[in-house]
């Protein structure tokens, strides 16, 4: 079980960071569902990652809708 979902289910946590190559993006997915179904935020982020990870993150974000915020950071050219 990854880091996050018993958290979610318990209701602990005021929001979710989801890292989309960590968790994975059947994971994020679950998580998500999971933030909609207890009503807890999501917040979409990204470590330093290439430019096609980062824009996965972003269409991800974009696709699920009401996260509250992303951390999607760039690498430097």
């Known amino acids: ?8 289910q318990a209701h602990i946590p005021y ?13 994020a997915l679950d998580i998500a569902a999971l933030c909609r179904a207890t009503h807890t935020s999501l917040m979409i982020g990204a470590m ?4 096609l990870a980062v824009a996965m993150s972003a269409h991800l974000a974009a696709r699920l809708g009401g996260s509250r915020s ?8």
């Open 15 to 27: 929001l979710i960071n989801v890292k989309l190559m960590k968790a994975g993006i059947v994971e």
């Open 48 to 51: 330093v990652e290439s430019r």
């Open 1 to 8: 079980m990854p880091f996050g979902i018993y958290e979610i």
């Open 70 to 77: 992303s951390t999607l950071t760039l690498p430097c050219p």
